[in-house]
Every structure is written in C-alpha cells, then in structure tokens.
C-alpha cells in the first residue's frame, strides 16, 4: 500500500476525498471551538452556533430556500427517510399512495419498501432506454391519494438528469409534494427549489469534497408548508425536526465544501465535461461498448458503459490495480445482483454485469484519463482475445 503506486481514483460516485480547504476549516471545531450549538448561555455556544448559522445560509441561498428551510442529518440516507417517512406519517390521514423511480438509490426505494409493509401504496415507475423518466406515465400515476412524489436529481450509477421543473410543476398542480435526492447533483448542477417546485430535497457532504457522515433535508416553509413527523425524537433540535446535537465540525466543513463548488460550478463541469467525453471517445471506437443512459442529459463527470463478448468480473479484476471504479452495480459492491437500473434500462444481465462506472472528480487530471483510456481498451481487448467463456461467475 505504502510503496506501491495506488489505482487512479474513478469513483467519485461513491466518495470523494475531502478537499484540504475543507479540512483546514473543520479543524478548529474539533478542538478551541468545541462549543454546543445549543448551549445559548455561553461564548463557546455560541460561536458554535454561529459556525452552524453561516453553513446553512451557504446552502440555503445556493438552492434559493431559507437557513430555517434546512434540515441537518447524517447524510442523504437519513435525509431521504426523513422525507419519506416523515411526509407518509404526516399526512397519511389525507393518502397513503407514494409514486418513486425503479431507478432511484436504496435510500429511496427501501424507505418505499418498508412504507408498503405499513399498508402504504406505491408505484414505482419504469424509466425509457435512455433512463429518464417518461412524464406522461408521471402524470398517469397520480392518483386523488398521492402525497409523494420522489424523484433523483442525478442517477448515482448512470449520470442521468430528470426534468425536475416538469415534475415539481406536475406535483404543485395536484397539490401533491415533490421530494428530489440530489446527493450526485448539488455542486455539479443548478438546484432551485423555487423555480424547480422542490418541497423536499436530500442532499450530503462526502460526494462534494466534505466529510462523510453529514448532509441536510431542505424541507419547504411556504407555499405550501410541509408537514413532517420527526424520525428522531430528543432535544428538539433543527425546530424539532431531527434531534441530536448538531456536529459541528462536519456541518462546517459542509457549508466550505458548497462554497468552494459553487465558487467554480461552471468552470469545473465544462473541464470534467472534457475529460469525460475524450474518455468516451476513446472507448467508443471499439465494437461493442455502449453507452448507458442519455448521452447529453447526465452528470459531466459520469460515463457508464456496458462491454460485449467480455466478462464482467474478469474485466474489473484486470482493470484494478490501474483504476480504482465501480461496475454498473455501484453502491451494493456486497451485493451480486445485476444493477436494478441497468436493468431498468432494458439490459441483460451479461451486458449489465459486464459494465464500467466512471466518475470522474476534482482531481483528476488529462494525463490520468488518458491512461486510463489507453489501458481499458488494452484490457478488453486482451479478455476478447484470450476467449474466456462469456458466462458470468460470482
Ligand atoms: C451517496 C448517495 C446516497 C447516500 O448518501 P449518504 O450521505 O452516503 O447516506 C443517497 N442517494 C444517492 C443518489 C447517492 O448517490
């Protein structure tokens, strides 16, 4: 580990590393500045507090909500149980019919799963080849009983981009409430919560150069204002709708982590839009790799590629000491299932297993992409040749 050179890291949809700036900010919070922000009584309190005060308003004037709109969590996985429990129990009195994506993370679609087995209804939309959704079926689903909506900003395996204005305002026309997980998206692409009708949006640190174990729930105040039945009970913090004593350190190394990519948004995502698409060209020019998901409405630093007369597994253990990534089946490596969203997109289980994850971050350089590029091709190349058996082991 030490001495040998590590793989290039290509897997920012699973985590990126906290940018030093980040850490530089965090720091004092550890130590001198250890207050508890809900200490009112003393200067240690409140100089925490006030730390707490300036990440919110970063990130509620960077989706156009208020600091009181935020909701602090552990992440995007609580923030999206938080939602979706929280909104299920709130009105469950008023419908009990949640309408969600076979394409959306596990934080998502578990929380559904377990609603159903409390009596809830849900459906769960199919996407198109492209993988976006198909509004028309939205509007479809809607029933006199749906409260929910849920819907992904940016797909964590496939880049893909939903028409968040088109939902929200298909949702704002119903009465019913639009709830959106932008862990992928929120520094990468524009979120307005106001523009875009979002009543509820998960967002977290770890994806945007912050710490792990910290994200927040924008939960709308106005127009209309959301109900939501806490998941954690306590202390009545964040206006009781999350109790726990605010973490400080991590909430501060958040709010650095939105600023610094909010202060380059556009500069970043045209270069990474570079990489990516020379990375893709490359790949492009042998038979047999396709592109999954839509070619222009995805994240810029995502590309996500099924290969033919290849075995998955073979391909990724051979590509491993050069190039830390994911196959298509991402987040659940535990898991050997063929990814439900390749899946979702009409592939085959071979051309599903046998699929590549990019994601490319803010410090991957030209230089690295080209190598990456180079030994790929190399590497499917040689596996096609060596004709193993195309059947998948695991
Ligand atoms: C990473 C991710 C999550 C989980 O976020 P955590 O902060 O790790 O809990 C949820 N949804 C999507 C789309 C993600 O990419």
């Known amino acids: 580990m030490t001495t040998q050179k590590r793989p290039i890291y290509l897997d920012c949809h699973a985590t990126t590393p ?3 700036q980040v850490m530089a900010a965090m720091l004092p919070f550890f130590t001198e500045q250890f207050g508890n922000p809900a200490s009112s009584a003393h200067a240690y ?20 909500a208020t600091p009181e709109e935020i909701v602090f969590t552990s992440g995007a996985t609580e923030a999206n ?4 429990k929280g909104v299920a129990e709130a009105y469950f009195s008023r419908g009990r019919h949640i309408v969600t994506v076979q394409t959306e993370h596990s934080a998502v679609l578990d929380p559904c799963r377990y609603l159903e087995t409390l009596g809830f209804e849900v459906t769960y939309l199919p996407v198109q080849p492209d993988g976006l959704i198909d509004l028309a079926e939205l509007e479809r689903s809607l029933r006199a ?53 979002i009543d509820l949006m998960s967002v977290t640190a770890h994806k945007v150069y912050g710490p792990k174990g910290i994200g927040a729930l924008y939960v709308r105040r106005r127009h209309p204002r959301v109900n ?12 009781g709708r999350r109790s726990g004593t605010l973490y400080t ?16 948004q556009e500069g970043e995502q045209s270069r990474l839009k570079e990489l990516r698409d020379r990375l893709w060209q490359s790949l492009q020019t042998l038979p047999g790799v396709e592109l999954n998901g839509h070619a222009t409405q995805r994240l810029t630093n995502n590309l996500n590629v099924s290969i033919a007369e290849v075995d998955g597994q073979a391909l990724l253990l051979a ?4 190039v830390a990534l994911s196959s298509g089946s991402a987040c659940s490596s535990a898991s050997t299932a063929p990814s439900h969203v390749l899946k979702a997109l009409g592939r085959e289980d071979d051309l599903a297993y046998a699929s ?25 190349l040689a596996l096609r040749q060596s004709g193993r058996p195309v059947t998948t082991v695991h």
């Open 18 to 20: 906290v940018d030093p």
């Open 45 to 64: 309190g409140w100089e925490a507090e006030a730390a707490v005060q300036r990440s919110r308003e970063i990130l509620a004037a960077g989706i156009n």
């Open 81 to 84: 149980n938080l939602a979706i």
């Open 145 to 197: 009983d749906t409260v929910l909506v849920s819907v992904m900003a940016a797909n964590n395996e496939i880049g893909v981009l939903q028409p968040l204005a088109e939902i929200g305002r298909r949702c704002r026309d119903r009465g019913i409430l639009f709830h959106t997980d932008a862990a992928q998206a929120i520094g990468k692409i524009e979120l307005d919560v106001q523009t875009q009708g």
């Open 228 to 239: 939501l039945a806490p998941q954690l009970h306590g202390g009545g913090h964040e206006r």
């Open 249 to 264: 350190p991590q909430i501060v190394g958040f709010g650095e982590a939105l600023h610094l990519a909010w202060t380059n």
């Open 319 to 322: 590509l491993r000491t050069v």
């Open 356 to 380: 590549l994850r990019f994601g490319l971050g803010r410090f991957t350089t030209a230089a690295e992409m080209d190598q990456v590029a180079h030994h790929c091709r190399a590497t499917i």
